[in-house]
C-alpha cells in the first residue's frame, strides 16, 4: 500500500522580517490541517527562526515541526565568519555536529 491520498488542506503560513540594531530576524510559521482518503487528520506545525549579523559574520538559528502536538523534528545552531572567510557552523539536533566553513 502507498500513501493514502490527501482529500483536503487547510492552512496559513507568515513569514517575518525584522529590521534589527545589529542584524535582521526572519521568522517563518506554518500551521496545516490534512485530511486523507482513509479518514485519518494531521495537523503539523512548523517553525523557524533566524537572525543574522548585518556585518554578515554570524547568524543564529532554530527550527521545529511539531505533529499532532507532539514535536517530530528540532534543531537549533549558529555560524560564526572570522576576517579571513573562514568559519564554523554548529548544528544541534540532539547531538552536536561542526562543520568548517568557506566562503
Known amino acids: ?13 507568515t513569514y517575518t522580517l525584522t529590521d534589527r540594531c ?3 530576524t526572519i521568522e517563518t510559521d506554518l500551521s496545516l490541517d490534512l485530511s486523507f482518503a482513509n ?3 494531521n495537523h503539523v506545525e512548523q517553525r523557524y527562526a533566524a537572525w543574522e549579523a548585518k556585518d554578515g559574520k554570524s547568524s543564529t538559528f532554530r527550527f521545529q515541526v511539531v ?6 523534528k528540532s534543531y537549533h545552531g549558529d555560524i560564526l565568519f572570522k576576517d579571513d572567510g573562514t568559519g564554523t557552523a554548529h548544528y544541534d539536533d540532539g ?3 561542526t562543520y568548517d566553513l568557506v566562503r
Open 1 to 13: 500500500m502507498g500513501t493514502p491520498s490527501v482529500r483536503a488542506a487547510s492552512g496559513t503560513m
Open 22 to 24: 545589529e542584524g535582521y
Open 39 to 41: 479518514g485519518k487528520d
Open 67 to 72: 505533529e499532532n502536538g507532539k514535536v517530530a
Open 95 to 97: 547531538e552536536v555536529q
